[in-house]
Nanobody, 122 residues
């Protein structure tokens, strides 16, 4: 069984910063891609940022230049450094990973964390 657990959310004023973490545990052979999604009330879940095992990154236009995604492959951990936060960044942030559990011949499975709330408000 694989688990993804997010942490680091909270309440922050506009212009402030937060650092989210996502730790993956359990039976893991390799993690190919890790992503951060977010979902605001009444809106669809949207992709915020993604990072491959080789370190290639991709960002939504709305966060590019303000957010930085990174990962520690040895610890199966991913981070999201969020700077210059805006009220429109308020959402539940979810960790997502594409991974293989036993060996390189396994199918790629997708896992989700339970989410962490980020609220940007004065």
């Amino acid at each position: 069984q694989v688990q993804l657990v997010e942490s680091g959310g909270g309440l922050v004023q506009p212009g402030g910063s937060l650092r989210l973490s996502c730790g993956a545990s359990g039976r893991i052979f390799s993690i190919l891609v890790m992503r951060w999604y977010r979902q605001a009330p009444g809106k669809q879940r949207e992709l915020v940022a993604a990072i491959t095992s080789g370190g290639t990154t991709n960002y939504a236009d709305s966060v590019r230049g303000r957010f930085t995604i990174s990962r520690d492959n040895a610890k199966n951990t991913m981070f999201l450094q969020m700077n210059s936060l805006k009220p429109e960044d308020t959402a539940v942030y979810y960790c997502n990973a594409d991974l293989r559990t036993h060996n390189s011949d396994d199918p790629i499975l997708k896992y989700w964390g339970q989410g962490t709330q980020v609220t940007v408000s004065s």
